[in-house]
């Protein structure tokens, strides 16, 4: 996907809550969504593969791009729901995994992006939802490169596999109750 705002109408939104399929999964059941692809972005390696990425040594984060349609989905409603599926209190780390390449952020496209996410931060903050503070970050997106083939829809592709089960499921199921109106029907 581009790094820009599209010219069919879609914004793009690009986003790190640990591993890049439980973020997918949940983002492409939305409606308004376009389209979602898992890749990297926030390190120093240019191209960098899965390997180093997990490896910890290329800086990057696990992120994804959604591809959205404003008028149906606001930018704001997709932060919220990002931090509705996700820890953003946990530095490096989502769960099990750990490391730079888990981090919590916000890879803004524009100053609107990045002026309603660090609004929203501080609203967060100002609610005391989680017992610790906000530690996502918000940057404005650099370089992004696609992740490799197998990693895109990978939920969708592998719902049995124990990870999905133990890990990915429990993100939709928090997905379908408080944001139920917002998914795409069956």
């Not at 109408?9 to 809550?17: N, V």
């Not at 899965?50 to 932060?79: D, K, M, N, W």
């Amino acid at each position: 996907m581009s790094t820009t705002e599209n010219n069919a109408g879609t914004e793009i939104a690009t986003l790190g809550g640990g591993c890049f399929w439980c973020v997918e999964a949940v983002f492409e059941r939305l409606q308004g969504v376009e389209r979602v692809e898992s890749g990297y972005t926030g390190g120093h390696v240019v191209d960098p593969t899965y390997r180093a990425v997990c490896a910890g040594t290329t800086g990057h984060a696990e992120v994804i791009q959604v591809e959205f349609l404003p008028h149906e989905i606001s930018y704001r409603e997709i932060l919220e729901i990002f931090f509705t599926v996700h820890d953003p209190t946990t530095l490096n780390r989502q769960g099990a995994d750990s490391g730079t390449q888990y981090r919590s952020a916000i890879f803004t496209h524009s100053d609107e992006q990045r002026r309603i996410a660090q609004e929203l931060l501080v609203e967060l903050d100002e609610q005391s939802i989680w017992p610790d503070p906000i530690v996502t970050e918000v940057t404005e997106l650099e370089d992004y490169y696609p992740g490799e083939e197998y990693h895109q829809e990978y939920y969708r592709r592998n719902t049995s596999q124990p990870y999905c089960q133990v890990v990915i499921e429990p993100k939709l199921a928090k997905l379908r109750a408080k944001f139920a109106d917002r998914l795409r029907p069956d």
